[in-house]
C-alpha cells in the first residue's frame, strides 16, 4: 500500500523578503545594450513598487559615443565624446535616483568586479 507523502516546500527568507538588491552586470551600452538598460531599469521600478530592493545595475563599456551612434543608439548629441556607459548611467541615476555603476573599460574574463574610479571628465554623479 502506497501512502502519499505530504508535500512540503521550504524557501529561505531573504528570497521571500529581501533585502539586499540583485546584482546585474550588462556588457555593452550600444543599440541593444542601452534598450536593455532602459527594460532593467523598468523591471527595477515594478520591483520597489511591490515591496523588493531592486536591482543593482552595473553597465560595461569602453567605446566612446560618435555622431555615428546617433539616432540608432539612445545617445544625444550633446553626449558625444562622453563613454556610452557613463552618459546613460548618469542618466539613469539622475532620473530615477539609482546608484547604478558604470564601467568605462572593456569587460573580460580576468576584469576584477570592482570599484574603478573614473577620470573626472568620465566620472558617474
Not at 546584482?23 to 538598460?37: E, M, R, Y
Not at 531592486?54 to 539616432?71: E, F, K, M, Y
Not at 546608484?99 to 568620465?122: D, F, G
Amino acid at each position: 500500500m502506497k501512502t502519499e507523502k505530504e508535500k512540503i516546500h521550504f524557501t529561505d527568507n531573504y528570497l521571500l523578503n529581501p533585502t539586499n538588491p540583485i546584482s546585474v552586470n550588462l556588457i555593452g551600452a550600444g543599440g541593444t545594450g542601452s534598450k536593455v538598460l532602459t527594460a532593467l531599469m523598468e523591471i527595477n521600478e515594478s520591483l520597489i513598487a511591490l515591496g523588493h530592493a531592486g536591482l543593482q545595475v552595473r553597465l560595461w563599456d569602453d567605446d566612446i559615443i560618435t555622431s555615428a551612434n546617433l539616432g540608432r543608439q539612445r545617445f544625444f548629441e550633446c553626449e558625444t565624446g562622453l563613454y556610452k556607459s557613463v552618459a546613460l548611467i548618469n542618466r539613469i541615476n539622475r532620473c530615477i535616483g539609482t546608484n547604478w555603476k558604470a564601467e568605462w573599460i572593456k569587460h573580460t574574463k580576468v576584469t576584477p568586479l570592482r570599484q574603478i574610479k573614473l577620470p573626472p571628465s568620465a566620472r558617474a554623479k
